[in-house]
């Protein structure tokens, strides 16, 4: 199988459904010449009316996807960072995310908003946060963020696939990330965790970037005779819980590790859903690791303190130990 | 390029404001190539007169509010240059202590308000800052700086309209360096002028030569003074170029792309204020070449004290993560 980075991956996913489908298209602010990789490219082979740029204008074209979905049409909104759907919000939550319930099932609203997620390119607050936990809030929206190129390309082909709004947020810190990812055409199903280290005594749950800290930290832990698994939810809303509820029914412990604030976070659902549905599998309270509750600081020294670590993971896992 | 009623003092000034940012900006430009600055950093190199113009028209207690380009207006309201470098480095004695870089530097104490890393984020914030203002029955204006792309976000075009039926006393300057990212601005707006667009918020609307200084202080002159007596707001469009990079290392992200063609580029060249400012002073003997270059040197060797002290200072302390959360 080829190895080809996460950014090569999402736009091998872009293109091929561009290509098989006529009613997708590119909109966003630089899409063109591509201000993330993952775009780059697509406008020498769709042109101009399958490729648009805009202007620095979030909140209208976010609402022109929308009403460009409710028309017929199958639109990739690139809105960069996670930060500017702030902008955007009242399109996405207002409109996108209730149009088909609150019209009683007369539409479908089958639209991808793409950003990028959550810290590491210290680039302080403006940039830096993450955001798929305002969205996981939302009941008619899927969230994706996905942490392997495989992953990329599969769930985002199957986002784009779906009649329903996805917002599929892709790490800046794991652009250049490599790993192997088929010739052939495959597809990721939306709410499918992956179990990337199976283990017996500890059930990690995470997404994205920290799905790498909760697999170093699990590596760690085993040198001292502790055998984690670690759960890559991939999906954050709908979310596998059959696969963690399984998971825990062997282990007996849980910890989440999500990179947003403690209150009202992903891991706040996982946790909350364990506790519930779990609660006589549990030998131990369930345990929550997030960003640290500031906003996220410019010096790379702070930023990587404010977000999970592998030294936070296995605090959380001696506790749920003891 | 013509200096008028404007007094040989406040020359001087401008220049000063414009050399200092430009000394500045080209430091931190190497430091970037040489990989010593975390973060993105975006100069303000070839607009400096816009930010020299128009902080020259304000006093201490104006105040003015920045973007994702704001290194130009900090020091033109008239920050310390070693506490900007030593935010840029993200260390504990930088303005922000660290927590805010680049793209959040801020001043209270001059009225430097804060850049602001969202595109057209500062607009509103400004309008406040002049109903502030006017609420205390203060003669303080606000000033807004941001973008040609920044034109096209929703809180230009409410701010704007909210500052005009308030009568507030902002100045919105919107300094067209003709470009968003690598979108050029003409191919983001109909239009030639965004000046224009006062016209729909029933506020006056001007078009300067950004590209020189003294203009630039002369027509912000005269919307202070307007905005001082309660005549409400002002917006000034600044027709400037932007000489390098979106941010530093662009090259990545184009990955041999490109955006602009070189014949517009040499122009702009041509047309640099630090150069058409030094030649006016100059070649009019309206201040002596000694001064200018005692002036240069004098800076030159501030910005390298501001380098050294921010490489020799800590971190911030891993505890600083929660100081000046709540008060
Ligand atoms: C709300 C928002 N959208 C997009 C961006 C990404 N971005 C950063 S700078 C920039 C271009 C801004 O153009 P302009 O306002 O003309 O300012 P300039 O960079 O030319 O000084 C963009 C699109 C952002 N920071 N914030
Ligand atoms: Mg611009």
């Known amino acids: 199988m080829p190895r080809k980075t996460y950014v090569a991956a999402i736009q091998e996913a872009l293109s091929e459904e561009m290509r098989r489908d006529p009613r997708v298209f590119l909109i966003g602010e630089d899409v063109r010449i591509g201000v993330f990789p993952s775009t780059r490219g697509l406008h020498a082979e769709f042109g101009d009316k399958r490729v648009i740029d805009t202007p620095i ?34 399109q996405i939550a207002n409109q996108a995310g209730a149009m088909r319930y609150m019209y009683g099932g007369q539409t479908k609203t089958p639209l991808v908003f793409m950003v990028q997620n959550g810290a590491g390119s210290s680039a302080g607050h403006h940039h830096s946060q993450a955001v798929h936990q305002f969205f996981m809030n939302m009941p008619q929206i899927k969230v994706i963020l996905p942490s392997t190129p495989y992953d990329g390309k599969g769930l985002l082909k199957s986002a784009i696939r779906d009649d329903n709004p996805v917002l599929f947020l892709h ?60 759960i890559d939810l991939r999906s954050l809303s709908p979310w596998d819980k ?42 131990a309270p369930v345990q929550r690791v997030n960003n640290k509750d500031v906003p996220m600081p410019f010096s790379p020294v702070l930023e990587k303190a404010v977000v999970p670590s592998q030294t936070d993971v296995i605090a959380a896992v001696r506790k749920t130990l003891d | 390029m013509h200096h008028g009623d404007i007094p040989i003092d406040i020359v001087l000034d401008i220049y000063t404001r414009v050399l200092r940012i430009r000394r500045f900006e080209e430091e931190v430009g190497r430091l970037f190539r040489q990989g010593q600055l975390p973060g993105f950093v975006h100069l303000y190199i070839g607009e400096e007169a816009v930010a020299a113009g128009v902080c020259a028209a304000l006093t201490d207690q104006d105040t003015i509010i920045s973007t994702h380009r704001g290194h130009g207006h900090v020091i033109a309201k008239g920050g310390d240059i070693k506490r900007m470098m030593a935010e840029l480095f993200g260390k504990a004695t930088g303005y922000c202590k660290g927590k805010g870089g680049s793209m959040h530097i801020a001043d209270f104490d001059i009225g430097m308000l804060g850049a602001i890393g969202i595109v057209g984020g500062g607009m509103p914030i400004a309008v406040g800052a002049g109903l502030s203002a006017w609420y205390s029955g203060s003669d303080r204006v606000s000033v807004c700086f941001f973008g040609d792309g920044a034109a096209n976000e929703g809180s230009f075009h409410e701010s704007l309209n909210l500052a005009s039926t308030l009568t507030l006393p902002v100045i919105f300057v919107c300094e067209n360096n003709q470009y968003g990212e690598f979108t050029q601005a003409t191919d983001a707006m109909n239009i030639t002028d965004i000046a224009d667009r ?88 309206i201040l002596p070449a000694e001064t200018l270059e005692t002036l240069d040197a004098d800076i030159t060797q501030i910005v390298a004290e501001a380098v050294e002290t921010a490489r020799n200072s800590p971190d911030p302390a891993i505890e600083s993560l929660y100081e000046d959360l709540w008060v």
């Open chain 1, 57 to 90: 204008s979030e909140l209208a074209v976010a609402g022109a996807g929308i009403g460009a979905a409710v028309t017929g049409l199958r639109p990739i909104v690139d809105l960069m960072f996670g930060t500017f759907l702030y902008l955007a919000f009242d």
């Open chain 1, 171 to 230: 790490s800046l810190s794991l652009g250049g990330k490599r790993g192997q990812v088929p010739a052939e055409e495959y597809l990721i199903p939306i709410g499918a965790a992956d179990v990337k280290r199976v283990g017996k005594d500890v059930t990690i749950c995470a997404v994205g970037p920290t799905v790498y800290t909760a697999l170093d930290a699990a590596e760690s832990l085993a040198t001292e005779g502790v055998d984690a698994e670690v």
């Open chain 1, 242 to 283: 059959e696969t963690v509820l399984e998971s825990v029914a062997k282990t007996g412990r849980f910890v989440a590790v999500d990179e947003s604030y403690p209150t009202c976070s992903a891991a706040s659902e996982w946790a909350a859903t364990v506790a519930q549905e779990a609660f006589h599998d549990l030998k």
């Open chain 2, 198 to 285: 006062a016209v729909g918020y029933g506020i006056p609307g001007l078009v300067a030569d950004g590209t020189d200084a003294l203009e630039m202080y002369r027509v912000s002159r005269a919307a202070v003074s307007r905005a001082r007596s309660g005549d409400g707001p002002t917006l000034i469009e600044a027709k400037t170029h932007r000489r390098g990079s979106h941010a530093e290392g662009e090259e990545v992200f184009l990955a041999g792309q490109t955006y602009r063609d070189e014949a517009e580029t040499a122009a702009a060249q041509a047309k640099d204020p630090l150069h058409l400012l030094h030649t006016y002073v100059s070649e009019n003997d």
